[in-house]
């Protein structure tokens, strides 16, 4: 999970939650700085957050805690599904490379819904490199016959 | 709003504006697109097949004719643009969060064996399966 956060004015980041939560309890980053991720709609500051809630006093005085993920539960958002981007490379491509991608696709919301979240991101990505390999392969194929027909061509013009 | 992310963004659209106009006024005869792999090894449709074709008759106007050169496609594809359309949207916004088309697992199921069965379907070789199949 990448942060983005103010400093000086300045937007700074992006760096991982847990430097982030370094930077705040060492100071060095305010602790009502603003603070952002993607996925927040908003700016806000950071000590009304619950990852980074405890300052830098509550931290001296407080053992620190492994935070949790907060990817938690069905209440998150679910991972993006790429369902629509399989189809449409399942159709352009003519690659039965983009059946894969549509299978795991349709098993991203099903596992999420069932508090599976370290599956559900698992098919997320799975259907997001098929796409990409089905994609990649389509277009590679495409510039190779694309090379093909203008080698050809010339060839030809050139009576060979 | 990420100025990189928008770049991509536009980038891709002015590339697919460029191959669309390209289809449309040279026609297949000029497509740079190679024939299906899939046809050319196997002889059988796939359920693709019949898209560029489909994309050329649609971009110039006969809509009846694209539709039977792909009939699940021509409806899926325009639906498929537009909601990658919406998660471009979203991405280039760096918000996660935006208006997005999902579909139950029900409706997913039932779009995973539709593809299967209209690929099965279009390569029976009779009437009325043939109706499916790519026109020449």
Known sequence: MNWYYSKDGAQHGPVTQPDLQAKIRSGEVAHDALVWREGMTDWTAAHQLAEFAQGPLAAGSAPYTTPVSQLGGAAGASPPTYLWQAIVVTLFCCMPLGIPAIVFASKVDGLHARGDVQGSLDASRKAKMWCLWSFGIGIGFIALYFLLVVVGATASASGY | ?136
């Open chain 2, 1 to 136: 709003m990420r100025a990189n992310r928008a770049l991509w963004a536009s980038l891709l659209v002015l590339g697919l504006a460029i191959a669309a106009f390209h289809l449309r006024q040279n026609g297949l005869e000029a497509s740079f697109l190679p024939p299906c792999l899939f046809h050319k090894t196997t002889g059988l449709h796939c359920v693709g097949c019949g898209m560029t074709r489909a994309t050329h008759a649609a971009l110039n106007g006969r809509f009846t004719e694209a539709f039977f050169h792909n009939p699940l496609g021509v409806v899926l594809l325009p639906v498929a643009l537009f909601a990658i359309s919406l998660e471009i949207f979203a991405w280039v916004r760096g918000r996660s969060g935006g208006p997005r088309l999902r579909m139950g697992r029900r409706g997913f199921w039932s779009l995973v064996s539709l593809i299967l069965v209209f690929w099965v379907l279009r390569n029976i070789p009779f009437w009325p399966f043939t109706i499916l199949a790519p026109g020449s």
